[in-house]
């Protein structure tokens, strides 16, 4: 016999009921009016409501559709299995026979020594890493400390006596030196070297200056890579360059340079006083390497067609006790 289906209208009277509905149904465009129907296959069996001796069906109050082929039915999980607590066994006695008792103990004794010893050799382990962490430590600071000695800085040098009677010598006018380039420019550095500095403060103090200058006379260093080290433009190094070789010349320019003829014979080797037994001096020239200079007229004055490059010509004595006079 085949059963019938039924069909039921949308509560439309219950706005609340009628949402629930309508989101059980997932359907886009739902019809929602006196028309529409919804099949009883999508209620539970609960929510059936049969009249006895008719074979219309009703819904109960409050019913909501939930049977859909979109919906799949969640077996219900299992509940947790009962855990039994870990306890730590304590040894029973055995009346019947002591000596399994025994037996227990000392297996009992002989895990708590081994876990006892475990405990003793991580504390070990912990000691040794605490040592040699510490070493490491003192290792770095000392590497650090060498390093420091080691590091391009005038702070190194102020140790060094030369360095520090070369900036004695040169005197406290070092410190208000006018830049080249500047309106008085030519009188500091042609007078008195001193009086107050106009312009921007300065970046260096006159030791790193000094220092500056001092290596890229020495060493030949390009003024950019001077610049990169001490922390300055290209330009402002190439000013401090200038300006420190021009008040050097006219502090050096008081120096005499020249020995006294019973100094320079008393120490001629013997054998440049057996064939010169009058030299005073041995003339030579040279020519050092200069970056290209921005100036036309001072790259023309300066390019040398002998080593095809910008260089600074120079005329060198040497006096008979060997050292440079000129």
């Known amino acids: 016999m085949e059963i019938k289906k039924s069909w039921h209208r949308l509560p439309l009277e219950h706005k609340e009921l009628l ?19 919804l099949c009883g296959d999508h209620f539970e069996a609960d929510c059936i409501k049969r009249i006895p001796g008719s ?68 504390r070990r ?53 006018t830049y080249w380039g500047s309106s008085s420019a030519s009188n500091s550095n042609n007078e008195d070297l001193g009086g107050s500095k ?27 890579d001077l610049a990169v080290r001490f922390e300055l433009s290209q330009s402002h190094v190439s000013r ?6 021009n008040a050097m010349f006219h ?13 320079a014979f008393a120490n001629l080797p013997e054998k440049v006083r057996e064939f010169c037994p009058t030299l005073r001096c041995i003339i030579d020239a040279t020519e050092i390497y200069i970056e290209q200079p921005k100036n036309p007229e001072a790259q023309q004055l300066t390019f040398s067609t002998y080593k095809n490059h910008n260089t600074l010509k120079s005329l060198i004595g040497i006096s008979g006790i060997r050292y440079s006079v000129l």
């Open 19 to 37: 949402s629930k509905w309508l989101a059980k149904i997932r359907r886009t465009n739902t019809p929602v009016n006196e028309h529409s129907r």
């Open 55 to 122: 074979s219309r069906v009703n819904l109960k109050p409050g019913s909501i559709p939930t049977k859909f082929c979109f919906v799949q039915e969640k077996t219900p999980r299992k509940l947790p299995a009962e855990r039994k607590s870990v306890d730590r066994k304590q040894p029973r006695l055995n009346v019947n026979n002591p000596s399994d008792d025994i037996a227990e103990c000392e297996i009992d004794n002989m895990e708590l020594e081994i876990e006892e010893s475990e405990e003793e050799r991580l």
């Open 125 to 177: 382990r912990i000691k040794e890493l605490e040592l040699s962490l510490e070493k490491e430590t003192a290792r770095r600071k000392t590497a650090e400390a060498a390093l420091e000695t080691k590091r391009f800085s005038v702070k190194n040098l102020r140790q060094d006596p030369k360095f520090s009677c070369l900036l004695e010598f040169l005197g406290d006018g070092m410190n208000n030196l």
């Open 198 to 224: 106009p312009g921007p403060s300065r970046k260096l103090t006159a030791d790193d200056e000094l220092l500056l200058v001092l290596t890229s006379l020495r060493v030949g260093m390009l003024e950019q």
């Open 240 to 245: 401090i360059i200038t300006t420190w070789v």
């Open 251 to 263: 502090r050096f320019k008081e120096v005499e340079i020249w020995p006294m003829r019973e100094q």
